[in-house]
């Protein structure tokens, strides 16, 4: 199984700093088709994951520009310009290029 | 509005047998693959596997192959969970998702315990 390593395993954050979380996997996430299929994803507390990027940098419909990913073959990060409140949570990269899928272990966003 | 309601969970003993369902509404169904992903109370995601959009075929876990099904009726635009011979470590919210859309259920919770 590719093995998603995220850092760090949380961060305190003031409103309007910025903050980057690292993903690296096992393997390189370069599919057949020449895409890399990495994804970023936020559970708010109580809620269910919410997807903000894809196939690494790749912003979902309604994901403010103050989220970019970057990244390509095995390292990858999402940094968030002028952290909102509403951004805290835990944040997942996950991987969609080899079988089975997998996760990170999560990083949590907390206010300093 | 895109929605996936899970339902089924609850509590059930180690051994027994239970289905999950997922009914989604607000896109077509039937042109999606769906997958079944599940958060362990530590918070721990696991994908479970999936299905292609018109049920034939299926894609596992290899750690969870043999107990759980993943199933399909496109006309009631509803993905299924079958688990069998459930294990306490089986505890968990279980989510469907499509993941290559980035829709996610509110997931339902199913707790393994005598």
């Known amino acids: 199984d590719v093995v998603m390593t995220q850092t760090p395993p949380s961060l305190s954050v003031a409103i309007g700093q910025s903050v980057s979380i690292s993903c690296k996997s096992s393997q390189s996430l370069v599919y057949s088709d020449g895409k890399t299929y990495l994804h970023w994803l936020l559970q708010s507390s109580g809620r269910s994951p919410k997807r903000l990027i894809y196939q690494v940098s790749n912003l979902d419909s309604g994901v403010p520009d103050r989220f970019s990913g970057t990244g390509s073959q095995k390292d990858f990060t999402l940094k968030i310009s002028r952290v909102e409140a509403k951004d805290l949570g835990v944040y997942y990269c996950?991987?969609?290029?080899?079988?089975?899928?997998?996760f990170g272990g999560g990083t949590k966003l907390e206010l300093k | 509005e895109v929605q996936l309601v899970e339902s089924g969970g609850g509590l059930v003993q180690p051994g027994a047998s239970l289905k999950l369902s997922c009914v989604a509404s607000g896109f077509t169904f039937s042109d999606y693959w769906m997958s079944w992903v599940r958060q362990t109370p530590g918070k721990t995601m696991e994908w479970i596997g999936d299905?292609?959009?018109?049920?034939?075929?299926?894609n596992y876990a290899p750690s969870l192959k043999n107990r759980f099904t993943i199933s399909r009726d496109n006309a009631k635009s509803t993905l299924y969970l079958q688990m069998s011979n459930v294990r306490s470590e089986d505890t968990a919210t279980y989510y469907c998702t499509s993941m290559g859309s980035g829709y996610w259920g509110q997931g339902v919770m199913v707790t393994v315990s005598s």
């Open positions: 996950a991987q969609t290029t080899h079988f089975p899928w997998t």
């Open positions: 299905i292609k959009y018109d049920g034939s075929y299926t």
